[in-house]
Structure formats: C-alpha cells, structure tokens
C-alpha cells in the first residue's frame, strides 16, 4: 500500500443496465507508467473521467497519496494532484500555446486571483511556461494561436498543460495519437523522464509506444480489468491476445 | 489590432474635446447626448466584463443599473424632503453628496451582484439567461408596487446631488464627472483583462472544463467577474440618475437589459471600447432615425441583424484586421 500513490478500488459506474465501468481495481505505484489497454468502448477513458471527478461513479474509492479523494470534485481532485490530458485536445483556442502553459501554472502558483497584476510581466510564471514549452518541443510556437497549431502539436500542448500542473500523477489519455514518429519518440523520452516524479496512468492504442514505456499494463474490456501484468505476461497471455491484442503481437 | 487601437485613440480625444464643442457650437444639449453616451458606456463596459470576456449572458444587469440608480434617488430623495432614511437601529439620513452616494451605490450593487450571481451561477447556458432575467424582473415589480419611492411613476430628485467645487447642474461639469468614472472603468477592465484572474475568465469562456481540469474554481472566478461586472453597471445606474434627476423602474425592465446588452454586441463584444461605441451608435441612431419615425427601433433591429450575421466582432471588429492572430 505504501508504494501505491493511486489506488482505486471496486470503481463501477453504470448508465441504466449498460455497466461502462465494472468494479475495477487498479493501482499506480510510485516511479511507474501504468498502461490501460483494450478495444474502443471498453471504458478506458470513462475510468479516466471517473478518476478525475468529472464524471461522478456509482460506488468505489479512489485513494491518492494515502488520502480518501472519492468525495472529492473534479477542481479538488486536480488541485490535489490529479492532472489529465483529453482524449479529443482539449485547449483555450484563442490563447497562444505560452498562455495556454501560463493558465495551467496560475493555481499551483497561486495567481488566480491576482485582480491587477498584468501577467505579460510575471516573468517568473513566463519563464517556467517557456521552459515547459521547450520540454515539448514546441518553443518556436508560442506565440502561435492553439487553433492554428497542428493536430499532433495541439496533443504536445496538451501534455504540456498537464506538466506545468506539477501534479502527484499523471492521466493521459491517448497522448500519441496523431504523433509523427519523431513526436512520439520524443513523448517517450519525456514520459520516461518524467515519471520518476509523477507516475503515469497510460490510455494508449500505440501498441509499440506501450511496451516500450509501460512497467505494468492492465488490460480492459466491457468495463472490466481482464489482465494486469508485466508487458512479457501480458505478450504472452491468451485472453489478452483474443479480446484486444491478436495473435500477431 | 493596430487599426483598432488608433480608433480607440481616438475617440478617448473625441470625448474630451466634447465639451469645447458643446461651448463652441452653443449646444448644451449635445454635451447631455455626450454624458449619456458616456454612462451608458459604463453600463456596456460593466456588461462586457461577463458577456464578452467570461461568456456568461446576463439578461439581468439592468438590476444592478437599476439598484445604482435607486440609491442615488432614494438617498437624494430623503435628504431634499429632510427625512430618516432608517430611524432603527440606527439613524441613518440621506444624502444629496455624490462622495457618499457613489460608495453606497456601489457597496449595494455588489452585494446584489454577489448574491444573484451566487444563485444563478449554478446554471450555465439558457438557465442561466432566463434566472438572471427572473431576478431583474423581481426587482422591476418590486419597484411598480412601492409607493413610497414613487411607484409606477418613478422618482424626481428634481437637482443632481453635489461634489465639491463643482456646479453638477451645469452640462459640462457633470459631463466631466461621467467622463472620469469612464476613464477608471476602461482603466479597471484594462487592468482585469490583462491579469492572472483575466486569463482565467477568458479561458473559462472559450473551455471551462478544462480550466477546470487545471486546479482553476471557475465558479469563484465567475462570480468574481459577475460582482465586478454589476458593481460598474451599478455605478452606472447611479450616474443616470443625476443625468436625468428622475428614475423610474424603467431602468429595471428587461428591455433596459437588452438595451445594455444590444450596446456591447455592436460595439464590438470582448472589445474595451465596443461597449462605449455601441452606446454612441445606438444614441445617434436613436436621434437621428427616432427624429423621423417614431419606429426607428426596426431599423437598429436591422442594423443588429447585419452586426451579427456579417461583423460578428462587431463596429470595431470591422477595424481590426489582425483579428485571426490576437490573444
């Protein structure tokens, strides 16, 4: 238990008799990337939503850093700790990709209500978003509207926001797709550097992405966690192989 | 942007040479179309904050320009008749100073933004439309049915409340006094939409979730916003009064809401000065048109159609040509 920053247990939510998620267990220990796979509509992102606040579960716990958060709302839970990237970008569009960076530093640094402060000269806060933005590799962009950034620069950003947020873990939801190669080599890089401070929840379709980064992966699906192991015993494990991998991997 | 910024230049020079016009030309009048293009402009300003920057459409504020303009008659009120406002718990008179009816005006006016904002925020979208309209009405029968301020006919404060060593009866005095709570209103604006707490209800317009989903409690933010927003729309409330020395519940009817709201789609939503110059044009069309058929409301109708179907970022989007590439 002491090893486990998020632990959730028996987490089940159901719309009428369709179960989306199925009593799942599932846990993130400390310096791990914990990777969550399975077919479309097997729950992986509604078990992100539940985990985040924003949709409300119908029983279960979720623990993290050995505090009860299950009560928690969704603004709680992410200033405690819990940042989130969406499955589908989520960004401020007319904001630049600094300002985007910038917006996700204002409550950790406390800023928020900050009524007459002009941002333009926090420099400390411009700084840190500059520095976050060269981590993504996106520093020749910042001045670039979120809107006219590419799909797969927009998916950078979005990781971006969830860095800045300096949290305890960290929930992507399919951060790589739509990444070139060089941009998903480059997440790699970053999610294995980063993870020694926070570990990863990882929703992703990227099957060589996952082996490559995941310590454990669990797999889901009709809501339910059907395996979880090592990415060998998961290779090698026939259920896994007939619901979601094939028998090619 | 850079288009749009000269404009704003000039009309900030506009509106100060509007009294050696008024001298000039021999048109007190005009300086009064000027004082009321200008309040109105407050009221448009205070809008904004919500509608334009935070997306938050309030058919509402016209109570908070109305609870402005009620204090300022009913204190001006009870200090000409020489009567107690409050005899118990405490005497409280009224008062015919601007220096203390402004504060008070004000103080009330936040205190009913905070207390309807802290209802209504909890309902976004058409909810949110219909219960701050709901709450605006309530004060517009409110006030129908209470005859000791006049009821249905309104209140006459029959002089404009006093500031020191000035004369507010006179046009370009009192003018210059609107004009000053016009210059803080941009000031304060400028000075919201440029910080921390602006970033965070401009984002909040565009994605709330996920300012959400970075630690940001967009319901304090918004009811911040909402509170500062109807204080400014109070204060201007409070200077329509002494404008006109009468109020009436006509400035708590939803058409007053409306109206405010019609002042910050022209001009330009989101748009510093959009408010101001919304105001203007709807005072020229007003005097113009309204000088040669009593229907001339068809034809700002019109005009607010084209607005919104063809200049969407409304007059002074039409100057900014930069648009696609600005914050």
Known sequence: MKNKILNIKNLSKSYGAFKVTDEIAIDLNFNEIHALIGPNGAGKSTLIKQIVGSVKHDIGSIVLDQEDITDLNDVERAKIGIS???????????????????????????????????????????????????????????????????????????????????????????????????????????????????????????????????????????????????????????????VYLGYEI | MIIEKFFNKWIMFFLILIPTFGVIFDEPYFITLATKVVILGIAGIGLNLALGYCGLISLGHAAFFGIGGYITGILSFHALNDEMLFSWPVVVSGSSEMLIIWPIAILVSALFSFIIGLLSLRTSGVYFIMITLAFAQMLYFFSISWPNYGGEDGLSIYMRNSFPMLNTMDPISFYIISLFWLLFSIFISLRLINSPFGMSFQAIKQNEERVKSVGIETFKVKLLVFVISGTITGLAGSLYTDLNRFVSPTVLDWHTSGEIMVFVILGGMARLYGPLVGAAFFIALEQTLGSYTENWQFWLGLILILVILYARSGILGLFDKKLKHEK
């Open chain 1, 84 to 242: 989130r990237t969406f499955q589908v970008s989520s960004i401020i569009p007319k904001f630049s990709a600094l300002d985007n960076i910038i917006l996700s530093l204002l409550d950790k640094s406390k800023e928020t209500f900050q009524l007459f402060k002009s941002i333009r000269k926090n420099k400390e806060l411009v700084s840190k978003a500059k520095k976050i933005l060269k981590e993504i590799e996106l520093s020749d962009k910042s001045h670039i509207l979120a809107s006219e950034l590419s799909h797969g620069e927009r998916r950078k950003l979005e990781v971006g926001l969830a860095l800045a947020m300096d949290p305890k873990v960290f929930l992507f939801d399919e951060p790589m797709a739509g990444l070139d190669e060089s941009g998903t080599k480059m997440m790699i890089n970053l999610f294995k550097k980063i993870k020694t401070n926070s570990p990863i929840l990882l929703i992703e379709h990227d099957m060589d992405a996952v082996f490559a980064l995941a310590d454990r992966v669990s797999v889901i699906n009709y809501g339910k966690i059907v395996a979880t192991g090592t990415v060998d015993q998961i290779r090698s494990n026939v259920l896994v192989r007939d």
